[in-house]
T-cell receptor, first 116, second 115 residues
């Protein structure tokens, strides 16, 4: 297993277009998280899944954002009608612990979104 | 509510000298504390954590951190810095009794180790 994989690495899109990112977690990890990171800031939590269930969503996650984790394996994050303020690095992380983040997250390399 | 502060945007240290990257936190209950490192255009890598037990925690790449409950701090340390330690460092906290399973990350501290 090579860790958490995110695709694409980079995405440039025009304002108003829809984009979708994919995250493949470590196979035995049951919890999967999405974070957003902008320049000069730490990661901001967006949402997380335990298996296929979406258990928590941040207030940062507007109606234009949706995430899925069908069958509890890979996850997708979709942004509809992108805005310039959506430009950021989108990070995915997974963990195998039974509750919380006691074992620490394993992060992917991220998808950098640029909205022009 | 839980929060974490990294008071220094940047820390400069000469190679071979000891380094400290500061982190303070605020929780209403007991904290779980973490340090992560981020290299350019990469995701975050886990360095170490404090859950319970000894206040001095040892982690990857020779890093350690000391949990100080009275000062609500969790500073990252290394006895002898390497140029390759230059990176962004993030502290994170989760309030164990706060009801959320999501750690909050600090803004990050850029560590620059000069040859």
């Amino acid at each position: 297993d090579t860790g958490v994989s995110q695709n694409p690495r980079h995405k440039i899109t025009k304002r108003g277009q829809n984009v979708t990112f994919r995250c493949d977690p470590i196979s035995e990890h049951n919890r999967l998280y999405w974070y957003r990171q902008t320049l000069g800031q730490g990661p901001e939590f967006l949402t997380y899944f335990q298996n296929e269930a979406q258990l928590e969503k941040s207030r940062l996650l507007s109606d234009r954002f949706s995430a899925e984790r069908p069958k509890g394996s890979f996850s997708t994050l979709e942004i509809q009608r992108t805005e310039q303020g959506d430009s950021a690095m989108y990070l995915c992380a997974s963990t195998t612990d039974g509750g919380g983040a006691e074992n620490g997250y394993t992060f992917g390399s991220g998808t950098r979104l640029t909205v022009v | 509510a839980q929060s974490v502060a990294q008071p220094e945007d940047q820390v400069n240290v000469a190679e071979g000298n000891p380094l400290t990257v500061k982190c303070t936190y605020s929780v209403s209950g007991n904290p779980y504390l973490f340090w992560y490192v981020q290299y350019p255009n990469r995701g975050l890598q886990f360095l170490l954590k404090y859950i319970t037990g000894d206040n001095l925690v040892k982690g990857s790449y020779g890093f350690e951190a000391e949990f100080n409950k009275s000062q609500t701090s969790f500073h990252l340390k290394k006895p002898s810095a390497l140029v390759s330690d230059s990176a962004l460092y993030f502290c994170a906290v989760r309030d164990v009794s706060g009801g959320s399973y999501i750690p909050t990350f600090g803004r990050g501290t850029s560590l620059i180790v000069h040859p």
